[in-house]
């Protein structure tokens, strides 16, 4: 969950700037289960960090494939965190996001070079 901007690029159009903060990166055997926690993680953001995508997820009923992936048996919606970085401690989605600064900050990872 890392760069997040509100639009696919996919769309061929210019998204908004980037403002969801960098949140890490989640794995697991079970689509359904990590794509949940996904979503989980960008509601327990800050407001002014995650109301952009929120609103974009909202409106484009980007919600309906977690709906549909249960509906098809394509997995499990419950899940479990476990923070590798803190001795595989069980964590909560709030506590995942707890300290992360309130919007993107570029890196030498994503940050665009530009060429003279």
């Known amino acids: 969950m890392r760069n997040m901007s509100v639009s696919c690029d996919c769309e061929g159009t210019a998204a908004a700037p980037v403002v969801t903060p960098d949140v890490g990166i989640l794995a697991s055997l079970d ?16 407001e002014e960090s995650k109301k952009d995508l929120v609103e974009r997820m909202e409106t484009r009923h980007g919600l309906r494939q977690l709906t549909y992936m249960d509906e098809m048996g394509m997995g499990n919606n419950r899940y479990v965190l476990i923070d590798l970085d803190q001795d595989e401690k069980v964590i909560r989605p709030k506590d995942a996001v ?3 600064p309130k919007s993107w900050i570029p890196d030498k990872y994503n940050i665009k070079k530009i060429k003279p």
């Open 31 to 46: 689509i359904l289960a990590v794509d949940q926690a996904c979503v989980d993680l960008v509601y327990a953001l800050p």
């Open 98 to 100: 707890d300290g992360l």
